[in-house]
Nanobody
């Protein structure tokens, strides 16, 4: 059973930076694409970013492209989301996900419990 635990969330001012981490246990981390999704109040969960199993390929939602960077350390079984130049509209619960699949929409096989990120203006 894959378990994902996010950390690094909190309150940040607009224009600032924050780094989220997701530690994975169970399963074979190095063979799974990983990613991040987010859900703002009153909105559906949306795709933010994904990274291939090797780390050689990355994908981003248009809303975060150029501001956020995803990375992974397979030795530490951890995936990161570096969030720069954050905006109030980035406020959401951020979810780490494993077993990412890019079908007609992005989906995942496993989810973390989520972590709050709040951007103040």
């Amino acid at each position: 059973q894959v378990q994902l635990v996010e950390s690094g969330g909190g309150l940040v001012q607009a224009g600032g930076s924050l780094r989220l981490s997701c530690a994975a246990s169970g399963g074979t981390f190095s063979t799974r694409a990983m990613g991040w999704f987010r859900q703002a109040p009153g909105k559906e969960r949306e795709f933010v970013s994904a990274i291939s199993a090797s780390g050689s390929l990355t994908w981003y939602a248009d809303s975060v492209k150029g501001r956020f960077a995803i990375s992974r350390d397979n030795a530490k079984r951890t995936v990161y989301l570096q969030m720069n130049s954050v905006k109030p509209e980035d406020t959401a619960v951020y979810y780490c996900a494993s077993g990412i699949n890019q079908g007609s929409t992005w989906s995942a096989a496993y989810w973390g419990q989520g972590i709050q990120v709040t951007v103040s203006s």
